[in-house]
C-alpha cells in the first residue's frame, strides 16, 4: 500500500490550508462569538470549491474520493472546526444523491452545488435520532407525488440550504421499511425553518428545525423506490 499523496491530492490540501491560515482563521473569533457564518468567507468557500467537495467528473466536478475529501476536511478545521462543518454538511447530504440518485436528479442537484448552492442532510427529529427506523415525518402518496408532513431538528446548514436530502416515512405505521429519501427544494410551499440552535461550540455552521407542513412534492423528487431509505442513509454515513 502506498501511502503518499498524489501530486493533485498535495495541491488541494495546500489550497485548503492556505484558505485556512488567510481567510478563516483571522474569522474565526469573531464568527464563534456571533454565531453567524461570514457571508464574504461563505463566497471564498463557494468559489474555491470548497463547498462542492463530492460533485463528481461528469456533473461538473472535481470528482474527489473520499480520503481527499477528508484531507481538504481537515485542512479548514484547522482554521475553525464550525467551518469546515458547513463544506463538510455539503458533501453528506450529497452522498443519498450519488447512491440513489437518476442521472436526472444527479444533474439538478450538482448544477445547484457547482452554481454555490447549499445543502443539508434531514433525517434527527425530536423523537429519531441515531434510530432511523422511529422517524415521524411523514410522506402521503397522493397524484403525482407526496404531502409531507413533520419537522426535523437539529439540522446542520439548514438556514443556508438550497437543496433539503430529507428522510421521511411512506407508512402510516411507521418503521424502517417505510424510510424514503427525497431531494427538495428549499423554496418549496410549505416548508419554513423552526428554531436555530444557541450552541456551545461549532456556532459557524448553522443548526435549526425544518418544518414542513402540507408540503407538496412531486414523486420526481424521490430519490429510489419507497422503502429503500434506511439502506441508503446507512449507506451514506458509512461513506460519510
Known amino acids: 500500500m502506498d501511502f503518499n499523496l498524489t501530486d493533485k491530492q498535495k495541491e ?11 481567510e478563516i482563521a483571522p474569522r474565526a473569533l469573531s464568527i464563534d462569538k456571533s454565531g453567524v457564518m461570514d457571508e464574504e468567507l461563505l463566497q471564498i468557500l463557494k468559489q474555491s470549491g470548497m463547498t462542492a467537495l463530492s460533485v463528481p467528473k461528469e456533473f461538473g466536478g472535481a470528482g474527489l474520493d473520499l480520503l481527499t475529501i477528508a484531507l481538504i476536511s481537515e485542512e479548514l478545521a484547522k482554521g475553525c472546526a464550525g467551518v469546515a462543518t458547513v463544506c463538510a454538511a455539503n458533501s453528506l447530504a450529497s452522498f443519498p444523491v450519488l447512491i440513489a440518485g437518476s442521472d436526472e436528479q444527479k444533474k439538478s442537484y450538482f448544477d445547484c452545488l457547482n452554481e454555490g448552492g447549499m445543502s443539508c442532510f434531514a433525517l434527527t427529529e425530536p423523537g429519531a435520532g441515531s434510530d432511523a427506523g422511529a422517524v415521524s415525518c411523514r ?9 409531507l408532513n413533520g419537522t426535523k431538528c437539529f439540522i446542520t446548514n439548514a438556514p443556508i440550504a438550497d437543496k433539503i436530502t430529507l428522510f421521511a416515512n411512506t407508512r402510516e405505521s411507521g418503521g424502517i421499511r417505510g424510510l424514503t429519501v427525497f431531494s427538495v427544494d428549499r423554496n418549496t410551499k410549505g416548508i419554513s425553518m423552526g428554531k436555530e440552535e444557541d450552541k456551545m461550540g461549532i456556532r459557524a455552521s448553522a443548526t435549526s428545525e425544518i418544518i414542513f407542513d402540507d408540503c407538496f412534492v412531486p414523486a420526481s423528487t424521490r430519490l429510489g423506490r419507497e422503502g429503500m431509505g434506511f439502506r441508503i442513509a446507512m449507506e451514506t454515513l458509512e461513506k460519510s
Open 12 to 22: 488541494l490540501v495546500g489550497l485548503a490550508r492556505d484558505i485556512a491560515q488567510k
Open 139 to 147: 410522506a402521503k402518496k397522493v397524484d403525482g407525488g407526496y404531502v
